[in-house]
């Protein structure tokens, strides 16, 4: 056990967790800022119940993230959700709106077009939310004394708002590739001629905050560009044109689960980079993993339960997806 | 207004409205999945369409209750952070990993098979259908196992050091904290408050259409259930309720100090002050009604035994009387009015009137909501008689919250109070108008599944259960 840095085990375990909610509540929260484009009726109906059977499980991983960074890196959880106040406030209270939608749009047919709304918004400030905590992230945050030493309306910035924006156009995509995977008709004419669309702006996207981000700090620049390291950061911006390349084929050829694949690829080496970016700070340049570090007896009384429950949980995860495999149709049990 | 108000007692007063809106939710659904587990397996045991109807009428408000319950319930575990970051900082080491055991044993347990339960009986069969639904049950009990392990650890914490940073770390084993001492009896108590909220709740709805329609089986089904846990159940409640007071009075003796309105201690037995109007500023309890001596007979089991007073301690460490002092009989009240239902409700099952006695149906429609009541009033009792300590006699909630200024934390105790009241306000109005449609052998047609019921095995049946317009049509709309 000595010889394993269990910190750096825990870091590798809240990552998981965190990119497993960004691509799993990712395509819901997608299709829920995709919503208002899609006809009422049929096509809406198509695209919520692709997601209704699964969609408390994929936003359980938010939870994860909240509860596990408490549990094991509590220094970081106290100083980024005060340093994000705003922002985790919105994003809780957008959730609260998409989140009862996914039952109240059935209950009364009079007011579906204002719960299909709410969803929409709700999906919306999120995603903008989760957004621009990221970019606030990278740009840095006040640190005094082990807490946050900063105003309420830091993360505010155009960096953080690029973010932000770059978060909503990913979600998106990925959003309409899972409903080319998930629909059929109308609907699956509609988001893949939305995925083209966004497939195009989430690359100048990611281009643009990659192209910010080493300028935020040195920091930034001298993991990124500089000999010998280069030649193995330079391999993630390649990856990513040949993802995109096969993204786009495979979508003109009319390949429906393909799409959804490459795009969860492309969001991976975003992940990869942002780890490249910040390892091992969990706040750049001010926590690293090992300062915020709950002791040791937290960290592996809750390691020997995630080593036993993790496979389970993906199990019966994977279980319920297969469950509802195939295309989502209209009618659920209402 | 908010000029007087300083960071800790916003912060204070938007945690207490979120999660006291939030437990209304967890407390209706763990009932209400383990009535649906058993209804369930009424239905795959006798083959009785009615049980179906039963079951697939309250599966559709579990719905809704449950979403509720999961977008109020994911604010909360960010509310540690964002209200009370130092909190979090210090004891985190040991509130985080139960809280994300909870998480990792209870959440995804629920979550994963939430869709099953929902949508899938015609995808994966009776059985496994069953099996869903036990999942879930199993999960929202599993759920208020761990929190109400760390939120007891709060009342009693043992077991911890604090290291040189101020954190609250494990001594040793971890054993002595999870099961700290308040934790069995909280964890009791609590459990079968919800099943008697669900059970008042399934009552009153079962009550509400045998006024409408006395013949209505699938009414009858309800309240008969229901009935028989509030005269079964009840009682025992009564008596959890009891030792938790025990055990209370053990290691918070001022908390329930405050409950009883004892200022002044009662060197030769305590009374029991039935009514009054405590003043923190006095140090009296104004207006009193009491019996002399059964407060000592309830609290200690002798009606002569010494009870120490509020002024035998510090005034600092005093709770906010007034508060708990109500709180705890509203509590009680609801309790004692659940076991006199109860005891109702057997004379006129024993006299063969349970479905005619209009008068009981009466009153177990207005008691439908009353659980939801005690389970506010329970819990502002014990947390609001935890005060002035978030984690008790360790750690003052003025040196919890985080550093933020008051306007930041005022705006957002307003927005969520709006969005709070507008969107649960909404979902509400939803239930009642489901709970107003009364249940018939319409509800839904037991899933007929001639592939399967052809003898062909669950696993063979499984092969052909890809989404096609033939699985839709077992949907009902």
């Not at chain 1, 195939?326 to 209402?334: P, R």
């Not at chain 2, 015609?122 to 059985?127: D, E, I, L, P």
């Not at chain 2, 030792?243 to 001022?254: E, R």
């Amino acid at each position: 056990m000595n010889s394993i840095d269990i910190s750096v085990v825990w870091a590798g375990i809240i990552a998981f967790a965190v990119f497993a909610y960004v691509v799993m509540d990712g395509f819901d929260l997608g299709i829920g800022i995709l919503f208002p484009t899609f006809a009422m009726g049929e096509e809406r109906d198509q695209a919520m119940n692709s997601i209704a059977p699964v969609w408390d499980g994929n936003e359980t991983w938010l939870v994860l993230g909240g509860g596990g960074l408490l549990a094991v890196f509590p220094l970081a959880y106290a100083i980024i959700l005060p340093a994000t106040y705003p922002l985790m406030i919105a994003m809780l209270l957008g959730l609260v709106f998409r989140g009862v939608a996914f039952e109240f749009r059935w209950r009364n047919a009079a007011h579906r077009p204002y719960w299909d709304m709410a969803f929409a918004l709700g999906s919306l400030v999120a995603t903008i939310a989760q957004g621009i905590t990221l970019g606030a992230i990278l740009q840095g945050i006040r640190v005094a004394d082990n807490a946050y030493a900063g105003a309420w309306l830091d993360w505010l910035s155009p960096f953080t708002l690029l973010t932000g924006a770059a978060l909503v156009l990913g979600y998106s995509l990925l959003g309409a590739s899972w409903l080319v995977w998930k629909t059929e008709g109308a609907a699956q004419a509609h988001a893949r001629r939305m995925a083209f669309a966004l497939g195009i702006a989430t690359l100048i996207a990611m281009a643009a905050v990659s192209a910010a981000t080493p300028f935020l700090h040195n920091d930034y620049w001298r993991r990124w560009f500089t000999v010998p390291g280069v030649f193995l950061t330079a391999q993630v911006p390649l990856l990513v044109l040949i993802t995109a390349a096969v993204f786009f084929w495979s979508l003109r050829r009319g390949a429906e689960r393909l799409p959804f694949l490459m795009v969860l690829a492309l969001f991976l080496l975003n992940f990869v980079g942002l780890g490249i970016s910040v390892y091992p700070y969990l706040v750049p340049r001010q926590v690293t993993i090992w300062d915020a570090a709950a002791p040791r007896q937290s960290q592996e009384f809750m390691l020997v339960g995630t080593a036993v429950i993790f496979p389970i949980i993906l199990g019966y995860t994977a279980w319920a997806y297969w469950v509802f495999r195939g295309k989502a149709g209209t009618h659920g049990y209402h | 207004m908010i000029d007087h108000l300083d960071p800790t007692t916003l912060a204070r007063a938007q945690f207490a409205f979120t999660v006291s809106f939030h437990f209304i939710f967890p407390a209706f659904s763990i009932g209400l999945a383990s009535y649906l587990a058993v209804l369930e397996a009424l239905w795959l045991k006798t083959g009785k369409g009615l049980y179906l109807d039963v079951f697939m009428y309250w599966v559709k408000i579990f719905a809704v209750v449950f979403g509720m319950g999961v977008v109020s319930g994911i604010v909360m575990s960010y509310q540690f952070g964002t209200n009370w970051s130092v909190y979090s900082q210090k004891v985190g080491p040991i509130i985080g990993p139960l809280m994300a055991y909870e998480v990792l044993t209870a959440f995804f347990l629920e979550a994963g098979f939430l869709g099953v339960m929902l949508f899938g009986m015609a995808k994966v069969g009776k059985s496994l259908h069953f099996f869903a639904t036990c999942m879930v049950a199993l999960g929202t009990l599993i759920s208020a196992t761990w929190i109400v392990s760390a939120n007891s650890w709060m009342h009693t914490p043992v077991g911890f050091l604090v290291n040189a940073n101020g954190q609250f770390v494990p001594a040793g084993s971890w054993w002595p904290i999870v099961f700290n001492p308040s934790f069995p009896y909280r964890l009791v108590h609590t459990v079968i408050a919800a099943y008697l909220t669900t059970a008042l709740a399934v009552g009153g709805v079962g009550a509400w259409h045998l006024l409408v329609d006395r013949t209505n089986l699938h009414a009858r089904t309800l309240f008969s259930m229901a009935m028989w846990m509030a005269a079964l159940v009840g009682p025992v409640q009564i008596l959890a309720g009891d030792t938790q007071g025990l055990n209370t009075l053990k290691y918070q003796p001022i908390k329930v100090l405050a409950m009883e309105g004892d200022y002044d201690p009662s060197p030769s037995g305590a009374p029991l002050v039935l009514f009054g109007l405590p003043s923190n500023a006095d140090a009296v309890v104004h207006a009193r009604l009491e019996i002399p001596k059964l407060g000592s007979l309830i609290l200690l089991h002798d009606p002569n035994a010494p009870l120490p007073g509020l002024k035998d301690f510090a005034r600092s460490k005093w709770p906010p009387v007034p508060i708990v002092f109500w709180s705890f009989r509203i509590m009680v009240g609801v309790g004692l009015a659940i076991l006199g239902l109860g005891v109702c409700s057997l004379i006129a099952r024993a006299s063969g009137r349970l479905y005619d006695w209009r008068l009981l149906h009466w009153s177990a429609v207005i008691m439908g909501p009353a659980g939801f009541v005690a389970v506010i009033a329970g819990w502002v009792t014990t947390e609001v008689g935890r005060q002035p300590y978030t984690v008790y006699g360790q750690l003052l909630t003025a040196q919890s919250h985080s550093p933020l200024a008051a306007p930041a934390v005022a705006a957002s105790l307003v927005v969520f109070a709006v969005v709070y009241f507008s969107v649960f306000g909404a979902g509400t109005a939803y239930l009642l108008r489901m709970m107003a449609r009364a249940p018939t052998s319409r509800e839904v047609e037991p899933p007929h599944l001639p592939q399967r019921a052809a003898g062909i095995t669950p696993a063979a049946g499984m092969e052909q259960t890809s989404a096609t317009e033939s699985d839709h049509e077992l949907h009902r709309h």
